[in-house]
């Protein structure tokens, strides 16, 4: 198995565009989330996708983000308008539900996103 | 508010030596206690995890020691090695509670460099 992939790997934009992030979980894998790691936080817990419904979105810091799973294989994390505060590497993570306990979380390599 | 006290932010050690990071916890409704290796450019990976009802876990060079009533737990990094230069995350599971499933909590980080 490849893994989780994340793409792009690394994203430049200007403050105020939209940008979108992509996540392929690892085939069977039906719970997913989205973390944001920064210097000053460390790694946030965004959202948690179990087999496609949002479970648990407490953690997305705004209005300006919002996250899609259309389908078990792919998951989207969209930031309209982007602000430099929003510059961070972003992690996708996916796992096995099993019993109502999620096994262990396997990360992609992340999407560093810088905003000037 | 941070669920989870990590110490200290960064490390160095002499190789043959051990590293020791420590993180602390408030909910005791935390279930389960990761640790996590991350390397430059990549997702964390888990390394080591222990539940609450146990003291001490060992895998190889890297023993969890926990301890409840005190609602602490450590990594121990025996005969440390270069190749262990890397961040650590401590993390902290707990159940989510509408939707079943559950997420990690993670500490802020360690940066630890092994030294020849």
């Known amino acids: 198995d490849a893994g989780v992939i994340q793409s792009p790997r690394h994203e430049v934009t200007e403050m105020g565009q939209e940008v979108t992030l992509r996540c392929k979980p690892i085939?069977?894998?039906?719970?997913l989330f989205w973390y944001r790691q920064t210097m000053m936080r460390g790694l946030e817990l965004l959202i948690y996708?179990?087999?496609?419904?949002?479970?648990?979105d407490s953690g997305m810091p705004e209005d300006r983000f919002s996250a899609k799973m259309p389908n078990a294989s792919f998951s989207t994390l969209k930031i309209q308008p982007s602000e430099p505060r929003d510059s961070a590497v972003y992690f996708c993570?996916?796992?096995?539900?099993?019993?109502?306990?999620?096994?262990?979380?396997?990360f992609g390599q992340g999407t560093r996103l810088t905003v000037v | 508010q941070q669920q989870v006290k990590q110490s200290p932010q960064s490390l160095i050690v002499q190789k043959g030596g051990i590293s020791i990071i420590n993180c602390a916890y408030e909910?005791?409704?935390?279930?389960?206690f990761p640790w996590y290796q991350q390397f430059p450019g990549k997702g964390p990976a888990l390394l080591i995890a222990?539940?609450?009802?146990?003291s001490e876990k060992k895998e190889g060079r890297f023993t969890i020691s926990f301890n409840k009533s005190a609602k602490q737990f450590s990594l121990h990094i025996m005969d440390s090695q270069p190749g262990d230069s890397a961040t650590y995350f401590c993390?902290?599971?707990?159940?989510?509670?509408?939707?079943?499933?559950?997420?990690?909590?993670f500490g802020t980080g360690t940066q630890l460099k092994v030294e020849l």
């Open positions: 993570a996916s796992s096995l539900r099993s019993g109502g306990w999620d096994t262990e979380a396997f």
């Open positions: 085939s069977g894998h039906n719970s």
């Open positions: 996708f179990n087999n496609n419904v949002p479970i648990d």
């Open positions: 909910n005791t409704a935390f279930d389960y």
């Open positions: 222990i539940r609450p009802d146990v």
């Open positions: 993390a902290a599971r707990r159940k989510v509670l509408t939707g079943g499933g559950n997420k990690l909590t």
